[in-house]
């Protein structure tokens, strides 16, 4: 039988957002992440940006140029995550088979709910209407008959798209893509096709099998048939994250070590609510400092046992910066963690800190708090544990 499979993608997710939430900022140019000095990273432009020429990944400063009447907003991961956090809920509530590629973004393998729901295009066209009623954004739909060509199929009408590309119809679509749209093409891979003059997937799968071999070693027949269409890959609800990360980039190189410290207690917070939302530990952590050289320093410890708390991470964190010298100032400080793995028959600490919920978290501020002595580094508006209590998924 031939397979049903569903690529979603919000658009422009963490724009949107923001625009939902402030509609003074609908119908502009919105920028989440970096800043309006030019310092960081673009994590997401809204569509009114993306016609600057603004796209995720650039740096702000080049943002800053294309688009000088941008409106940069720092990124609200919290606020992203409990969204996040709803549409996975509608996915999986068509299928288990739902395997997520970022907060934002997942195949879903409905091959096994037709019966139930309708045939795949009902499926995208009953989760769209729901994304859009229960959070009012839109989500774009590629439906194929496998993993490739889904999600390819999900960026050719975007945004609010849905795109079906049927077994018959598969050569007729791809011939005139750029061969960019095959994912997971290297850079490497993109200059080399460049080179010889390949810009189609339709060049691409008029070559020889044996070129592309000779061209990329093992990869090579997996792109003869990518080019094709062909891809077997299963939809993995199992697919585990290896690694989760927040950071920062500061609007002036940062000397203040409780600012660092007040910076990692916020990502700790972060991270582990992360962790608990999606039933995870971590064994690793991982400290990134970044200088005005921007030479980076990483630093990392193994737990004796993979965690979900947020004081284990800042301490661990801490403890990390303390080795480091900063006094030529910091760029940019993250955290990292890795080694992540199900919460199911380990150590919970989120447990045990939700029995006594707030007194512990209380507590453990107070702690912190009381270490650092007075003009405390942990102003309630930073850490807001009763927010972040009130986001925790229904189930816990
Ligand atoms: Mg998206």
């Known amino acids: 039988m031939e397979r049903a499979i569903l690529h979603a993608d919000m658009d422009a997710f963490y724009a949107a957002i923001e625009q939902r939430d402030r509609p003074e900022l609908r119908g502009r140019p919105v920028i989440v992440g970096g800043t ?54 509608i996915f999986r509530s068509y299928t288990p088979l739902v395997e997520g590629l970022s907060s934002d973004e997942a195949f879903l393998d409905v091959t096994g709910s037709q019966r139930l729901f309708g ?30 060509l889904a999600k390819i199929g999900s960026d050719l009408d ?43 997937i339709g060049q691409l799968a008029a070559l020889p099998c ?10 090579g027949s997996t792109l003869y048939r990518l080019s094709r269409g062909q891809d077997e890959r299963p939809v993995d609800p199992g697919r585990e994250r290896k690694s ?18 007040r910076r990692l207690l916020s990502f700790s917070h972060e991270l582990t609510f992360s962790l ?38 800042f301490e661990t964190a801490q403890r990390l910066l303390s080795g480091l010298a900063i006094r030529g100032g910091v760029r940019l400080i993250g955290i990292g963690l890795s080694q992540l793995r199900p919460a199911e028959g380990g150590r919970q600490l989120s447990l045990l800190e939700d029995r006594t919920k707030d007194r512990d978290a209380t507590a453990a501020l107070d702690g912190i ?6 003009g405390a580094i942990l102003p309630a508006r930073l850490v807001e544990p009763g927010a972040a209590e009130s986001e925790r998924p229904a189930t816990e």
């Open 369 to 374: 708090r009381a270490r650092f002595g007075k």
């Open 244 to 261: 989760i990360s927040a950071e920062t980039t500061f609007a002036r190189d940062e000397r203040d070590l409780d600012e660092l410290e």
């Open 119 to 148: 045939d795949a295009v009902t499926i995208a066209g009953r989760i769209r209407v729901e994304v859009r009623e229960k959070t009012q954004l839109t989500v774009s739909i590629g439906v194929a008959p496998n993993k490739l």
């Open 158 to 200: 975007k945004p609010d798209g849905l795109t079906v590309i049927p077994t018959e119809r598969v050569a007729a679509i791809l011939r005139d893509l750029p061969a960019s749209r095959i994912p997971g093409l290297g850079r490497r891979v993109q200059e080399r096709l460049g080179s010889a003059g390949i810009r189609t």
């Open 210 to 219: 044996r070129t592309l071999e000779e061209w990329f070693g093992d990869f």
């Open 36 to 89: 309006p000095e030019g310092r960081g990273v673009v994590s997401t432009a809204s569509y009114e940006a993306r016609r600057f020429g603004v796209h995720s990944a650039m740096p702000a400063v080049t943002a800053v140029r294309l688009c000088p009447d941008g409106v940069f907003l720092p990124p609200d991961m919290r606020r992203y995550r409990a969204v996040s956090q709803q549409i996975f809920e």
């Open 276 to 313: 608990r939302s999606e039933k995870l530990l971590a064994k690793t952590v991982t400290l990134k400092l970044r200088d005005p050289q921007f030479r980076t320093r990483t630093r990392s410890h193994t737990l004796d046992q993979a965690t979900d708390g947020a004081r284990e991470v």
